[in-house]
């Protein structure tokens, strides 16, 4: 009796082994079918990429050389600005400021200065407290 229970243990280990071993062979070859499936949309995904970024660098290497152009331009730019500075600058400036003078000096002779008033207050005993004298200035 001993040897049927064993032989029947057996059996059903080897069932529930067996039936173990059969799912897991499913699970293989959906997860085979799954990165095959994969490979087959990321390789045309890795070309464009690839193409992608070599386009990239094509448009920076073009980027490089405007960059260097306009750092071109900016240095003559401003060996122009210097020079017309130190060329002009000097006597623009003299220029203008005689200009200034010439103005200022005929507008004081061509206009007379006006009149001043000057407010005085007096405290005396008998004057009112607020009173206010003026007085032109001459």
Known sequence: MAGIL????????????????????????AATKMVTEISDKAVPLLAD??????????????VDAIAADV??????????????SSAFG???VKVAAFGY???????KKAAPEPKRTVVV??????????????RSKD
Do not use: D, Y
């Open 6 to 29: 064993v032989a029947v243990f057996w059996a059903i280990l080897v069932s529930f082994l067996a039936l173990a071993l059969a799912r897991l062979a499913q699970t293989l070859k």
């Open 49 to 62: 990429a690839s193409a992608t970024v070599r386009s990239a660098h094509t448009q920076l290497a073009r």
């Open 71 to 84: 750092q071109e331009v900016t240095a003559n730019a401003s060996a122009l600005s210097s020079t017309v």
């Open 90 to 92: 000097g006597p623009l």
């Open 101 to 107: 003078g010439v103005r200022r000096a005929m507008g």
């Open 121 to 134: 207050r007096t405290s005396l005993p008998g004057a009112r407290r607020g009173r206010r004298n003026r």
